[in-house]
T-cell receptor, first 110, second 113 residues
Framework: RKEVEQDPGPFNVPEGATVAFNCTYS??????FFWYRQDCRKEPKLLMS???SGNEDGRFTAQLNRASQYISLLIRDSKLSDSATYLC???????????FGQGTELSVKP | ETGVTQTPRHLVMGMTNKKSLKCEQH?????MYWYKQSAKKPLELMFV???????ENNSVPSRFSPECPNSSHLFLHLHTLQPEDSALYLC????????????FGPGTRLTVT
């Protein structure tokens, strides 16, 4: 079983759509959780951290369910510029070891 | 953004060459990382340095040799690489615990011929 598993994608949606990404992780000792975005041939960029209480940043909402070991990202009113690969990332406590999911590609069309 | 810089951005080398990748962070972080990203695969952690000390070596072949002279600079020395080592090599930095996430440089796209 993969340590961090995401929806396989790709997701093709029209502008203005709401899209949700799901992610599960296998190690219950995981401490911190993040969503990154990676544009084609570019480096990953931190989108937002994910907290148990849920957190929102503009059109983006992230949720964490520790009991189910499940993380989600919701994008509302999607824009063309949201097209990218979204990476679910989990931090293990020791040594700052980040484990990346394989990513889910999003393509927003006009 | 120039928080984490990497040079060179592109590198083509033969299997018998020796080359080095350089990373520099200007964020005041004290942990630095090397990752490898091959096509269609998740990022793979290679090495972790915390306060200049190597704290993680993720079973990386010895043809990759990291060096961290201080908390702001990180090198990856390459020698006798194989074609399957062709990939995007990414450097990242964070605060010591990494709890606020890691910040990546633009990467070096390496091709081994």
């Amino acid at each position: 079983r993969k340590e961090v598993e995401q929806d396989p994608g790709p997701f093709n949606v029209p502008e203005g759509a709401t899209v949700a990404f799901n992610c599960t992780y296998s190690n219950s000792a995981s401490q911190s959780f993040f969503w990154y975005r990676q544009d084609c041939r570019k480096e990953p960029k931190l989108l937002m951290s994910v907290y148990s209480s849920g957190n929102e940043d503009g059109r983006f909402t992230a949720q964490l369910n520790r009991a189910s070991q499940y993380i989600s990202l919701l994008i509302r009113d999607s824009k063309l510029s949201d097209s990218a690969t979204y990476l679910c990332v989990v931090l293990y406590n020791q040594g700052g070891k980040l484990i990346f999911g394989q990513g889910t590609e999003l393509s927003v069309k006009p | 953004e120039t928080g984490v810089t990497q040079t060179p951005r592109h590198l083509v080398m033969g299997m018998t060459n020796k080359k080095s990748l350089k990373c520099e962070q200007h964020l005041g972080h004290n942990a630095m990382y090397w990752y490898k990203q091959s096509a269609k695969k998740p990022l793979e952690l290679m090495f972790v340095y915390n306060f200049k000390e190597q704290t993680e070596n993720n079973s990386v072949p010895s043809r990759f040799s990291p060096e961290c002279p201080n908390s702001s600079h990180l090198f990856l020395h390459l020698h006798t690489l194989q074609p399957e080592d062709s990939a995007l090599y990414l450097c990242a930095s964070s605060t010591g615990t990494g709890g606020n996430g890691q910040y990546f440089g633009p990467g070096t796209r390496l091709t081994v011929t």
